[in-house]
C-alpha cells in the first residue's frame, strides 16, 4: 500500500495566486517525521520543511506555510502569492522511527506557475 | 563543504555492461541513502548505510546491485550486467542521524541503458 499520496498530479496557477499540494500519509507508528521537497527543473530535491509526528503546530515562513492534521493523515502545503520560480515538483515525504529511516515519498505534484 | 556530490552526472551504456556511481556526502553525516527515481516517480529507497555498515536493503535492490561505504566516507553503488529497466536516476543523500534529521540530497547520476 502507497504510504504517501499525492493526489494532484499537475496543477497550474497565475502567478500571485495561492496553491495548496495535498499529501495524505499512511502509518501504524506513532513516532514519524513528515517532509516536503521540491525539485525543480535542475532536478535537485531541495528540503523545505521537517515536522514530528508530536508536533501539531502549523508554521508560516515567509510565502510557506504547512497545515498538519493527525487526525486527518494529512500534511498539506500551501504556498502563497506564487511565483514562477515557485514552479517545480514538489514531493512529500514519510519517515518513520520504528521501521528503519528510509523515506517514502509520494508520486509529487508539478506545480506550473503562469506569468 | 558545499552539499552532497554525485559522479557522474550521466552515464550512457549498453545492455549488459557494468556501471559504478559515486556519492560524497556532507562531511559530517554519518548515514548514506541512495534511492532510484523513474520519470513521473518520487523516489524509491534502495539501501542505507550508517558509517560504513549497510544497515538496510530494499527489495528493489537485486543481486546485481551492490553499494559500499568502505571507509564511512563515499560511497558506490554498482550495477552488474546492466539491463534497460536499470534506466533511472540514482540519487544520494546523506543525514546527520536518525529519521528525524532532513536527508540532503545530490544531483543525481541520470544512467541510461540502450
Known amino acids: 500500500a502507497q504510504k504517501v499520496t499525492q493526489a494532484q498530479t499537475e496543477i497550474s496557477v497565475v502567478e500571485k495566486e495561492d496553491v495548496t499540494l495535498d499529501c495524505v500519509y499512511e502509518?501504524?507508528?506513532?513516532?514519524?517525521?513528515l517532509f516536503w521537497y521540491k525539485q525543480p527543473p535542475s532536478g535537485e530535491l531541495v528540503f523545505l520543511i521537517r515536522?514530528?509526528?508530536?508536533?501539531?503546530q502549523n508554521e508560516i515562513s515567509g510565502r510557506y506555510s504547512w497545515n498538519f492534521q493527525k487526525s486527518t493523515s494529512s500534511f498539506n502545503f500551501t504556498i502563497t502569492a506564487s511565483q514562477v520560480v515557485d514552479s517545480a515538483v514538489y514531493f512529500c515525504?514519510?519517515?518513520?522511527?520504528?521501521?528503519?529511516?528510509?523515506?517514502?515519498f509520494g508520486t509529487g505534484t508539478s506545480l506550473t506557475v503562469i506569468p | 563543504d558545499t552539499g552532497v556530490s554525485q559522479n557522474p552526472r550521466h552515464k550512457i551504456t549498453k545492455r549488459g555492461q557494468n556501471v559504478t556511481f559515486r556519492c560524497d556526502p556532507i562531511?559530517?553525516?554519518?548515514?548514506l541513502y541512495w534511492y532510484r527515481q523513474t520519470l513521473g516517480q518520487g523516489p524509491e529507497f534502495l539501501t542505507y548505510?550508517?558509517?560504513?555498515?549497510?544497515?538496510?536493503k530494499s527489495r528493489l535492490l537485486s543481486d546485481r546491485f551492490s553499494a559500499e561505504r568502505p571507509k564511512g566516507s563515499f560511497s558506490t553503488l554498482e550495477i552488474q550486467r546492466t539491463e534497460q529497466g536499470d534506466s533511472a536516476m540514482y540519487l544520494c543523500?546523506?543525514?546527520?542521524?536518525?529519521?528525524?534529521?532532513?536527508?540532503?540530497f545530490g544531483p543525481g547520476t541520470r544512467l541510461t541503458v540502450l
Open positions: 543523500a546523506s543525514s546527520e542521524g536518525q529519521g528525524r534529521h532532513e536527508q540532503f
Open positions: 502509518t501504524r507508528d506513532t513516532t514519524y517525521y
Open positions: 515536522r514530528n509526528s508530536f508536533d501539531e
Open positions: 515525504a514519510l519517515s518513520e522511527a520504528g521501521t528503519g529511516n528510509q523515506f517514502y
Open positions: 562531511s559530517e553525516h554519518n548515514r
Open positions: 548505510f550508517q558509517n560504513e555498515a549497510q544497515l538496510e
